[in-house]
């Protein structure tokens, strides 16, 4: 009966013991660092880099309905000429139940240091319109190069 309790009372020990150290090594790593971590901000582009600029006024116009503009610009901010620049434009619905999306693409065979060209779409937006709640559209833009350089910009329409 005396080793009974003693292998218990052991047991019981050994149990206090390691709750007590899995507690001590989970508050140890509670406090945040001291240290302030910031982006790093170049002041001046090094190497290629693609600016989209989409026109915020004429997408506060656009409608859910086909057929509707959108200029888009790519600005070649870097300070190399990019060639063979892949322009696509997804749109979807914010109802993730409609898998229905629309891609558009276009091309721009060179684009030298500082230089801006514009692409002109023309979007079928209706797709948020089918949705038996009303959702919002949302208009992803991305821009790439067969080097890596790329840039992505979205936009989300009111239902």
Do not use: C
Not at 48 to 60: H, I, N, T, V, Y
Not at 65 to 88: F, K, M, T, Y
């Amino acid at each position: 009966m005396s080793g009974i309790l003693w292998w218990l009372s052991g047991a019981a020990l050994a149990f206090l013991l390691t709750a007590g150290a899995f507690l001590l090594l989970a508050n140890a790593g509670d406090s945040p660092s001291d240290k302030s971590l910031r982006p790093d901000s170049p002041s001046t582009p090094s190497g290629p880099a693609l600016e989209l600029q989409l026109p915020k006024d004429r997408l506060a116009s656009l409608e859910h309905n086909p057929d509707q503009n959108l200029a888009i610009s790519i600005r070649n901010a870097g300070d190399e000429r990019l060639s063979d620049i892949n322009v696509s434009v997804k749109v979807s619905s914010e109802n993730t139940a409609l898998s229905e999306a629309r891609y558009y693409r276009s091309s721009v065979e060179s684009l030298a240091a500082g230089e801006i060209v514009s692409r002109e779409f023309a979007l079928d937006l209706s797709v948020a319109a089918r949705s038996p709640e009303p959702a919002r559209a949302i208009i992803e833009v991305r821009a790439t190069t067969p080097s890596g350089v790329s840039s992505v910009r979205t936009a989300i329409l009111p239902a």
